[in-house]
């Protein structure tokens, strides 16, 4: 099966990213990683992956940073990214917010870290089938 998506993601922390990439290659997706927004940046300029997973605080620069970056050049402004962040707090009305802040500067949606792999999961398809 050589059509799988591709996923790129993009996290400072290298146990994240390894236990990420493990859990998204199980499920059937090509896994592609960097360690800050600008190396991310980079990679999506070259690989253009279907999709990238992008944590909000990084070294160097930032998811937020990086997705702006992003969606301001014509070879990768279409690019699919969802936000990854420890903060998300539960409660509905603050998640609400930061989906909105996230479509704000460009991304498809926002995940929390902590979420159940399984949902994580079945939102990444969800926007891929978009």
Excluded: C, W
């Excluded at 998204?24 to 800050?36: I, P």
């Excluded at 070879?75 to 917010?97: A, C, H, M, Q, W």
């Amino acid at each position: 099966m050589n059509n799988q998506p591709l996923i790129l993601i993009v996290d400072d922390e290298a146990s994240f990213r390894e236990m990420f990439s493990t859990e998204l290659k199980a499920a059937g997706f090509k896994v592609e990683m960097a360690e800050n927004g600008e190396d991310g940046f980079s990679m999506a300029k070259k690989l253009k992956p279907d999709l990238i997973l992008m944590d909000m605080e990084m070294p160097v620069l930032n998811g937020a940073g990086a997705v702006m970056k992003l969606k301001a050049d014509a070879e990768t402004n279409s690019l699919k990214i969802i936000f990854l962040t420890n903060y998300g707090d539960p409660r509905i009305e603050v998640t609400e917010t930061d989906r909105h802040f996230s479509k704000e500067i460009g991304a498809t949606d926002y995940l929390r870290k902590t979420d159940d792999m399984e949902n994580i999961i079945d939102r990444i398809r969800a926007v891929l089938s978009k």
